[in-house]
């Protein structure tokens, strides 16, 4: 699934963000030459993945974004709540009444299932992937290695900061850092399904 040579949270992170630009481009998450050309653009910071919001321009809102239906559609969020500055525009998604209860406060993964993480949805995953990042950025543990008990690499190990208290002070900065970058409009209500993806971005939006 990934080279050997990954061991980090951060490269894991990017090689998995890395396939999900292999399906965009090729529409194959399992093209290993492309994959790993981007993952060295990712991991030398040659190129830089899009602003997370692009994510909510791209997903159907009246749609589930985990199995396509249409049919009582509710915003949800990929990661349980939690008090920090991404949790209103960064972790919203649109879903069914049954994917959002079959889920329920179970982690994305755990919920999906490692096995089954190629069906996963580009959108959400990509959603999730940067989630993961900035968590663990604001943690200070992306180069901590990703490995479970058994001491293999493993993505689902990842969610455990998910769990962490954010540290108010720096999820302070990060939100006036983001704030500068891109905000939302006036008029914009997170929780109403027909305002997800209204933002102002700039051309140099972070991560662009």
């Given at each position: 699934m990934f080279p050997s040579a990954i061991r980090t949270t951060k490269e894991l992170?990017?090689?998995g963000y890395a396939r999900?630009?292999?399906e965009k481009a090729l529409g194959d998450r399992k093209n290993w030459?492309?994959?790993l050309h981007s993952f060295d653009q990712l991991n030398s910071d040659e190129k830089k993945w899009?602003?997370?919001?692009q994510e909510n321009v791209t997903m159907e809102l009246n749609k589930c974004a985990y199995c396509d239906s249409a049919e009582n559609s509710l915003i949800a969020y990929i990661v349980v709540k939690k008090m920090c500055p991404f949790a209103e525009t960064h972790n919203i998604i649109s879903a069914c009444k049954k994917c959002a209860s079959f889920k329920g406060s179970k982690d994305l993964i755990e919920w999906w299932g490692v096995e089954r993480i190629d069906k996963l949805p580009r959108p959400v995953m990509e959603k999730?992937?940067?989630m993961l990042y900035m968590c663990h950025e604001?943690?200070?543990t992306l180069d901590d290695y990703a490995v479970n008990d058994d001491g293999k690499v493993d993505i689902s190990v990842l969610a455990c900061?998910?769990?962490e208290s954010c540290d108010s002070k720096k999820a302070k900065e990060?939100?006036?850092?983001?704030?500068k970058k891109v905000k939302p409009r006036d008029d914009f209500d997170p929780h109403h399904n027909s305002d997800v993806g209204k933002y102002d971005r700039s051309d140099n939006a972070y991560f662009d």
């Open positions: 992170i990017l090689w999900l630009m292999s030459l492309f994959t899009s602003s997370i919001l999730y992937l940067k604001c943690n200070g900061v998910f769990k990060w939100q006036q850092l983001y704030e």
